[in-house]
């Protein structure tokens, strides 16, 4: 049965839905409608008689052609203009359109134009795709080329004799030169004779045309095109200019009075609409996403496609006796492509497909939220089978009983009407609930269950593979140099999710574009990727020579110590450039995706992370504060070592890192962190980090000690070079000198606001100004 079936009109007297409103004229508002439509018909139609209406494109071809009758004074071509509108005009008389003879003799042979460089947009507008441009040294015409104004080579355009052919001997082109610039192409000069009438066999006469166009955009190229020939009138338009003065006053008074009349008969009903869900019923008729945009997590999308698959043919699982998911929970960290997962089922299902965000449900009123979620099932319900996507989740699905509030609390309520909704005791079939989330770990459990969210979905972060494929589907949108390897930016982005990826793309057009390029090259992919991860090149930052001294002296001991000791992630650059907030950084790049760390490679990453304070040193025989956000990482990761992956001997396999979390306040104890061990295991594990940090620093002023004079070379190197790769830095410790050193650096003048300022003051090496370590550094974890 349909829906009117189902719910008859009430008759009068009776409660009537949200959406009804009693008493409403219906025959009042059609009649100020008609008299709008009318109005609008007076004040925009003009009248044309028996003129034929052309558009700008077919006057303008008939212009080139010479059709359009300039010289005479009972034929004039005028152009109207009126004071109440933008728009103008243009009347006249055009004369037949022009054929080739019959049996006249075609004369072919070749043109040039000498073209002006504003010229060449006009061309390829004229021609579309039927020029292309060529660099040559030098253009030599061939014998017999005909020179053409570029008003006679419209002119031939538009009557058909310049073919467009790539075939023909000397096809359409635009050749640039040193000297100038040429269009050159093959002519077809033919006998013109007047079109006559299919019916009469005669000549067709001159008719008059009219022509509207808009005076706002095409002012300049009128002026250009018509100033000579045609004459302007004015139109005095009366009728416009009362309507003009009337009808914005009149339709004023009509919507008030509609409004006020509205607003008295929805007293009482209008004050609880706010009640309404805000779910967004999405059509994605345009900049439809599927799932063949969605690359890298093909688990993901497998199973959520399962659910499509079951939405387009459930009986195809129902015969087994499987029956259709309740809820899908997709879990994954920003950036992994959780509502573009979304998005693409919403392009992939023919089924209603309901958007909201978590945030939506929750409103300053107690009781608001729990409605929300009654009325969006209630949607869903009447048009089942149906999807509905719920962003950031943990907004509204919050543990509950933690923290602060009660069963009274507005999100709490929110929270049980959906577990209710969900699956309680009146479920709601057909209604498919699709969240994410990148906070699983704060969810109520009853929310997780089966039954309600009876799938989780884990988006993870893409592998290499994973990452090439994403990129070759951001790359769709730019022009990428044809020799460009994405597997190389794939394998040097680990770690980077799909949003990330897609940054690092736009930075690269963006930078292909400032250099003036004609294609995005492998260059400016890693030089997008140093920017992303690392931060932007400062090369303008005013350091004393002193902080850049100490600078390259730190960043010497980091290096060195990367390059010799085994179980380091391979060197990728070491640079004393600030860039971004940092004032030099030593960078390197995993072979592959890691997954776990091992505790040598622990210990060596400790080791370099020394490297900076002790190599600094050696130079000044002082210490500055350059080290602290290399004292910060270390102990971070010794204490990883010693408390969460059990690397301590003394304290074993045991976690000790409850303690340490942030305090989260749907969750934590108000009172402060509640710690899990006694006073002297918290000796022990400060002695154990303090031990680990100890042997570190000691193992590494061992070797830069032993190597003060490589240490020294490579000093100096950033000093003259300022950015060294791997191959430079394996030059000087094998061979004592670089065999390929970079090209010097010409870095930009400081300007004189700067010069004027003092030095900025070296808040540390690696790290920005509030102490935060600079990810992919020496020191970083992984």
């Avoid at 450039?577 to 950084?585: K, S, T």
């Amino acid at each position: 049965m349909s829906d009117q079936q189902n719910n008859p009109t009430p008759p009068p007297g009776q409660n009537r839905g949200p959406g009804d409103s009693p008493g409403f004229n219906w025959r009042l508002l059609g009649l100020l409608s008609v008299a709008v439509v009318i109005l609008g018909i007076a004040y925009f139609v003009q009248p044309t008689g028996n003129a034929e209406i052309l558009s700008y494109s077919q006057f303008r071809k008939a212009w080139d052609q010479g059709r359009i009758v300039t010289d005479e004074a009972e034929k004039p071509l005028q152009i109207v203009t009126s004071d109440s509108s933008s728009d103008v005009t243009i009347t006249g008389w055009i004369s037949p359109e022009m054929v080739p003879a019959p049996n006249s003799k075609t004369e072919s042979g070749s043109f040039q134009v000498i073209l002006d460089p504003d010229l060449q947009k006009e061309v390829r507008e004229i021609a579309g795709e039927g020029v292309t441009n060529v660099q040559e040294a030098s253009f030599q015409a061939p014998a017999g080329t005909r020179t053409l104004t570029f008003a006679d080579f419209r002119k031939a355009h538009a009557l058909g004799e310049i073919p467009q052919d790539k075939n023909v001997e000397n096809p359409l082109r635009i050749v640039t030169t040193p000297e100038a610039t040429i269009l050159t192409g093959t002519i077809n000069s033919y006998d013109y004779v007047a079109k006559k009438d299919a019916q009469t066999n005669k000549e067709e006469a001159t008719r008059q045309f009219t022509v509207p166009v808009s005076g706002t955009i095409l002012k300049d190229q009128l002026a250009t095109l018509l100033s000579s020939k045609a004459k302007y009138k004015k139109d005095p338009a009366y009728l416009r200019s009362a309507i003009s003065m009337f009808l914005p006053f009149l339709l004023i008074i009509a919507l008030l009075f509609f409004l006020f009349r509205q607003q008295m008969k929805s007293a009482g009903r209008g004050a609880m609409s706010f009640g309404k869900s805000k779910a967004r019923l999405l059509t994605m008729d345009r900049n439809k996403v599927t799932f063949k945009d969605v690359a890298g997590i093909q688990e993901a999308k497998e199973e959520l496609f399962e659910i499509v698959d079951f939405l387009r043919d459930p009986r195809k699982f129902q015969k087994l006796g499987g029956s259709i998911p309740k809820g899908v929970l997709m879990v994954g960290s920003p950036g992994t492509g959780k509502t573009l997962l979304a998005r693409a089922i919403a392009g992939e299902a023919d089924v209603p497909f309901f958007s909201i965000s978590g945030s939506d449900f929750v409103e300053m009123f107690v009781g608001v939220g729990a409605s929300r979620v009654r009325d969006m099932f209630e949607q869903g319900k009447k048009h089942a089978p149906c999807l509905i996507f719920i962003d950031e989740i943990d907004a509204v699905g919050r543990h509950r009983g933690h923290g602060m509030g009660g069963g009274h609390d507005e999100r709490e309520q929110t929270l049980n009407q959906l577990l209710v909704e969900m699956d309680g005791f009146d479920t709601q079939e057909g209604v498919i609930i699709i969240a994410a989330t990148n906070r699983p770990d704060v969810l109520d459990p009853a929310l997780l269950r089966p039954g309600r969210f009876d799938r989780q979905v884990t988006v993870s972060l893409p592998d290499v593979n994973g990452r090439e494929e994403i990129l070759r589907v951001h790359v769709k949108k730019i022009k990428l140099a044809a020799n460009t390897d994405l597997a190389v930016v794939a394998r040097g982005t680990p770690g980077f999710s799909g949003a990330e990826l897609a940054n690092l793309v736009n930075e690269a057009a963006l930078l292909a574009a400032r250099k003036g390029m004609t294609a995005v090259t492998l260059a400016e992919m890693e030089e997008a990727r140093d920017k992303v991860r690392w931060g932007r090149e400062r090369r303008s930052l005013a350091m004393s020579d002193k902080e850049r001294v100490g600078t390259a002296w730190h960043e010497a001991g980091h290096a060195y110590l990367n390059m010799v000791l085994p179980h380091t992630h391979p060197l990728h650059k070491v640079t004393i450039i600030p860039r971004g907030p940092y004032l030099g950084a030593t960078m390197y790049l995993p072979d592959g995706d890691k997954y776990s760390t091992q505790k040598k490679e622990a210990l060596a990453n400790l080791i370099v992370t020394m490297g900076g304070r002790i190599a600094e040193a050696f130079h000044s025989d002082d210490v500055s504060n350059g080290a602290s956000g290399d004292i910060r990482q270390a102990t971070s990761l010794a204490r990883a070592m010693v408390c969460e992956w059990g690397m301590s001997d003394k304290l074993g396999m045991v976690e000790y890192g409850d303690g340490d979390g942030p305090v989260f306040l749907g969750r934590g104890d108000m009172g402060g962190r509640k710690v899990n061990y006694s006073g002297h295991t918290a000796k022990v594990i400060d002695e154990e980090i303090k031990g680990f940090i100890d042997n570190a620093y000691a193992e590494a002023e061992r070797v830069l000690t032993e190597n003060r004079e490589v240490v020294e070379k490579i000093a100096m190197a950033l000093l003259e070079y300022e950015t060294l790769d791997a191959s430079h830095l394996r030059d000087i410790i094998d061979f004592g000198e670089m065999r390929n050193p970079p090209s010097a650096p010409k870095p930009p003048p400081v300007p004189d606001e700067l010069r004027k300022k003092p030095a900025a003051k070296a808040t540390g090496d690696d790290r920005p100004d509030d102490g935060t370590p600079i990810p992919g550094a020496v020191g970083a974890p992984a």
